[in-house]
């Protein structure tokens, strides 16, 4: 009996871990989602306000633009350190040919580094 619990224990331990993750994973998708909405319904308001009152409207800002150069940047340190960590890791536990498969991520992550300072010199060469 005691054998089966902590089988049972073994196996809830990884399911609930996943579940969580994706859980607190949605939450936070959702969360970022509604804090861009309110942020675009405030800047229309303010744009509004502006226009009912006659004042000269500032271009519209895009922090788009922005936030996709420094995801990028987020992206691409995450992924190059992951895969070179994982590298690591199956390495140690497994031969060399499967270890391989742990820079899949690393080489995502170089080209989302590439990516981010492509986008830096073409912004800072277009201004």
Same mark, same amino acid.
Not at 18 to 47: N, S
Not at 49 to 68: C, M, Q, R, V, W
């Given at each position: 009996?005691?054998?089966?619990?902590?089988?049972?224990?073994?196996?809830?331990?990884?399911?609930?871990?996943?579940?969580?993750?994706?859980?607190?994973?949605?939450?936070?998708?959702?969360?970022?989602?509604?804090?861009?909405?309110?942020?675009?319904?405030?800047?229309?308001?303010?744009?509004?306000?502006?226009?009912?009152?006659?004042?000269?409207?500032?271009?519209?800002?895009?922090?788009?633009?922005?936030?996709?150069? =420094? &995801?990028?940047?987020?992206?691409?340190?995450?992924?190059?350190? /992951?895969?070179?960590?994982?590298?690591? !890791?199956? %390495?140690?536990?497994?031969?060399?040919?499967?270890?391989? =498969? &742990?820079?899949?991520?690393?080489?995502?992550?170089?080209?989302? /580094?590439?990516?981010?300072?492509?986008? !830096?010199? %073409?912004?800072?060469?277009?201004?």
């Amino acid at each position: 009996m005691n054998d089966m619990n902590e089988e049972l224990v073994a196996l809830l331990i990884p399911i609930f871990g996943i579940v969580f993750g994706v859980g607190v994973a949605i939450v936070a998708i959702i969360a970022g989602h509604r804090e861009k909405l309110k942020r675009a319904e405030h800047r229309h308001r303010e744009r509004i306000t502006a226009l009912e009152k006659g004042i000269e409207l500032p271009p519209d800002p895009e922090p788009e633009s922005d936030g996709k150069r =420094f &995801g990028s940047l987020k992206s691409g340190l995450s992924g190059l350190f /992951l895969g070179v960590v994982l590298y690591f !890791a199956l %390495r140690e536990v497994t031969d060399g040919q499967v270890a391989i =498969f &742990g820079l899949i991520p690393a080489a995502i992550g170089l080209a989302n /580094l590439i990516s981010y300072f492509v986008e !830096a010199r %073409r912004n800072s060469l277009g201004r």
